[in-house]
């Protein structure tokens, strides 16, 4: 449908010039959340939610993949800005040498470590190490029963690496500061 050439006049009021008639045809413009993506207006009900709460302190990602960890500190800067530290490690052992220099507030951890690592046997040496704060796995093999096991086993929340947009880890991390279980099936 091509626009009415007679509103060419209109101004913001919807007053027409000329004395033109309003085109109660067209139609009306609605700023409802009915319209436009979901995804967007999910975003920005987190974005409102988020605003409400403190910044997490500093982040710690554990990945032994450099493009898999800029990736997630890339998701991360979109949420948090980069008023938010994080810091990356590349093995279990830099992760927990990286705890004497302090105790981040969030960490996530990539689900197999190479070479032969993985998150059933990270999480344990991650709190005998001494950090008590929430750990959200980020997997590319989440399966109910794997996500199961993992919340079992001590992490906060499990994530598939599909998953990796700024709503979705939003989530994520909401639900790793509240202590609740995920809800969201794989």
């Keep these: 449908m091509f626009p009415d050439k007679s509103l060419r006049g209109a101004n913001r009021t919807g007053q027409t010039d000329a004395g033109a008639e309003p085109q109660a045809h067209l139609p009306k413009k609605s700023f409802d959340r009915s319209t436009g993506s979901g995804h967007l207006a999910k975003r920005s009900d987190l974005a409102s939610s988020r605003a409400k709460h403190a910044l997490p302190g500093e982040i710690l990602v554990i990945d032994d ?3 898999d960890a800029e990736r997630l500190t890339a998701t991360l800067r979109v949420l948090f800005g980069y008023q938010v530290p994080i810091r990356w490690a590349g093995s279990l052992g830099d992760a927990i040498d990286s705890l004497a220099d302090g105790q981040p507030s969030l960490t996530f951890l990539d689900d ?6 993985d998150a059933f046997m990270s999480i344990p040496e991650l709190r005998r190490a001494g950090y008590v704060g929430p750990i959200i796995v980020v997997s590319g093999a989440v399966t109910q029963s794997r996500r199961t096991r993992l919340i079992a086993g001590g992490a906060s929340d499990v994530i598939h690496k599909d998953d990796l947009d700024s709503v979705r880890l939003a989530e994520a991390v909401d639900r790793a500061r509240a202590g609740d279980q995920p809800k969201r099936s794989p």
């Design 65 to 67: 993949e450099p493009h």
């Design 112 to 117: 197999i470590l190479k070479p032969s690592a």
